[in-house]
């Protein structure tokens, strides 16, 4: 009931509706308490006419009529208020998916960390869809039923006392007996609900990445994983379903048991003379109005626990602290930050990643305005982690960093992001357009800047190549273009984001030398003006910047200029030292920097 409560609160903006839909109940439970009072009435008078009174033909077919009238008021109202009920479930589903995804766009960059794609996305669908269906439910008849319920319950104490206290035992008495069943199927239910999103997840991962799962063979595995745990949710359901009936026959036994002294009381006093057979009918129509109620209610009850386990998975994610309260406006186009390049500062920043050991430590380094500054060291150095501190995406578990003078504490993420533009390490493009992709940072480009971004990056000639131009689709995560090809366009989706700060995190790394060279010229253009942090492969990229920063083991090692750092003996003079050398076992050492010679 708590949880019914907390949904219909997230949805408080559908209000109009509730209201409507308890009005539309009141009004068809009054006209289904009217009916057996009209079936009393003519009872009443045709048993007086076999009685021998005058018959009042014309009151008995009056009565028919106002039976009539209430039966079409009835199917009326019942379909108003099923509309009602659709239509505010679909709102409340929009709803709840809306505050959902809005959710999880704030949601910090860890916890995608540990989620699966595919997990979140079916975690999201069912939640939703168990909470709505069961609102839905809930409208169109749960409520009906109560206050149904509560009716008879009024109208029986009129005539008798016994009755109303049996019928007003039934549904708390109901209602217990469901909810000590209830932990025990809400622990199988989150048991099942766990195999199908750990399903789900691969299931999506796997057909995202099925070229992998093709070249490697293996199908069969990975379906076999998946109907494992199909499998086990069955057994689980067995288990949840075995348990979840034996308890409705020990629940609905009980409540036969009350009927029974129910009617044993209706008829006992009839007989008796205490009641008209009119009252008789009357009472009999009234206890299966509430009879039928407490029996549809199992279903009821599992649309509710179904529900209940829904909505705690979704308002767990709901109670996940964001990165920030309310999601930032999109950018409009053009430069973020006004008033050339900016600085950056490192100082004595340590940062791991949650429950592994430091990944960087102790860094200290600065880069002044519009400076080119390379950062090498191992693969699996933390360079790329530097740049996901940059970008806010992670905070530094000490020290401070610094862009444009300014701590990144102190500036909200929306600004620190807009003050960087990237291009990471695996190109990452969204299904679409090449022009959607590259406008992605500035919707509203003209056709002028998206081509003259695409340009800058070498992209322009291939692009015009395909039929569609820049019309082309790219697939799913870029998927139809080549390695080559999606690096250029993320580099224009950089440029074109024409950020103060810019990083290139191995930005040709997918490029042969030729293409290199001219995405480099781009590149070239691009850091103009620009301060630059450039995680390269390649030697011949690194030696044309300012200085070069070195790591090891998650410390800065070296900063200098390369012909200062060419000297000292540390890594870059070593990678020299190994580019000049052409022997294999060298060549073998440079791959350790990730380093193509
Ligand atoms: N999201 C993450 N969660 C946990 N650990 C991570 C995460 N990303 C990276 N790591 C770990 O942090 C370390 C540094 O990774 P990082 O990606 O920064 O290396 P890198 O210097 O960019 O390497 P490369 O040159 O291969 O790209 C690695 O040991 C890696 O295993
Ligand atoms: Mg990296």
């Given at each position: 009931m708590r949880s019914l409560i907390r949904i219909l609160l997230v949805a408080r903006g559908l209000w109009p509706y509730y209201t409507a839909i308890v009005v539309t109940s009141l009004a068809v439970v009054g006209t289904n308490l009217m009916t057996p009072f009209i079936v009393k009435g003519a009872i009443d008078v045709v048993v007086e006419a076999v009685r021998?009174?005058?018959?009042?033909v014309s009151t008995v077919v009056w009565l028919a009529v106002a039976l009539l009238a209430t039966d079409l008021a009835n199917t009326v109202l019942t379909n108003v208020g099923g509309y009602l009920g659709d239509v505010m479930a679909v709102k409340l589903r929009a709803t709840l998916a809306g505050s959902y995804f809005t959710k999880l766009l704030s949601l910090p960059q860890r916890y995608f960390d540990d989620e699966l794609t595919g997990t979140v996305i079916n975690r999201l669908t069912r939640s939703i869809t168990e909470i709505t269906n069961f609102v839905n439910v809930f409208a169109n008849t749960f409520f009906q039923m109560f206050l149904t319920l509560a009716a008879v319950l009024v109208v029986t104490v009129w005539y008798s006392w016994p009755i109303a206290v049996l019928l007003a035992v039934v549904y708390p008495l109901f209602v217990w007996l469901t909810t000590i069943t209830s932990a025990r199927w809400q622990a199988l239910e989150a048991e099942k609900n766990l195999d199908l999103d750990v399903a789900g997840g691969r299931f999506a991962e796997v057909i995202g990445q099925i070229r992998v799962v093709k070249s490697f063979v293996q199908e069969r595995r990975e379906l076999t994983a998946f109907q494992d745990r199909y499998r086990r949710t069955i057994r689980t359901t067995r288990r949840q379903s075995r348990f979840w009936h034996a308890m409705d026959v020990a629940r609905r036994g009980v409540l036969n048991l009350i009927f029974f002294g129910v009617f044993v009381v209706i008829f006992t006093q009839t007989a008796r003379g205490a009641f008209t057979v009119g009252v008789m009918v009357l009472l009999v129509q009234l206890v299966t109005m509430a009879r039928q109620p407490v029996f549809s209610m199992s279903f009821v009850v599992d649309a509710s626990q179904r529900a209940v386990a829904g909505s705690r998975d979704y308002f767990a994610v709901m109670a996940e602290p964001g990165e920030w309260e309310e999601l930032p406006p999109a950018r409009p186009a053009?430069?973020?930050?006004?008033g050339g390049p900016q600085g950056i500062d490192f100082t004595t920043v340590c940062f791991g990643y949650e429950g592994g050991e430091n990944v960087l430590c102790d860094v200290t380094f600065s880069i002044e305005p519009g400076e080119r500054v390379a950062v090498v060291g191992e693969s699996g150095g933390g360079k790329t982690t530097l740049v996901s501190l940059l970008l806010g995406l992670y905070a530094p578990d000490s020290g401070t960093i610094r862009i444009g003078g300014t701590d990144l504490g102190e500036l909200s993420l929306e600004e620190v992001r807009s003050r960087v533009g990237v291009v990471f390490q695996d190109p990452a493009l969204f299904s679409g357009t090449i022009r959607e992709n590259i406008a992605y940072a500035a919707p509203d480009a003209s056709p002028e800047a998206v081509t003259e971004a695409a340009r800058s990056a070498n992209a322009h000639a291939f692009i015009e190549r395909f039929p569609a131009g820049y019309e082309s689709q790219i697939g799913e995560r870029g998927i139809k273009l080549s390695g080559g090809q999606k690096q250029r366009i993320a580099v224009a989706r950089a440029i074109l984001k024409d950020a103060p700060v810019l990083v290139l995190d191995e930005a040709t790394s997918s490029l042969d030398s030729k293409a290199e060279r001219l995405v480099q010229q781009g590149l070239e253009r691009l850091m103009a003006g620009r301060t630059t942090i450039v995680i390269a492969h390649r030697l011949s990229t690194i030696s044309s910047v300012d200085r070069i920063v070195t790591l090891r083991n998650g410390r800065v090692d070296e900063i200098g200029t390369p012909d200062e750092l060419a000297a000292t003996g540390g890594i870059y003079a070593e990678l020299l030292a190994l580019q000049a050398s052409a022997t294999k076992k060298d060549r073998k050492r440079l791959h350790r920097y990730d380093i193509l010679a």
């Open positions: 021998g009174q005058p018959a009042g053009g430069p973020a930050a006004a």
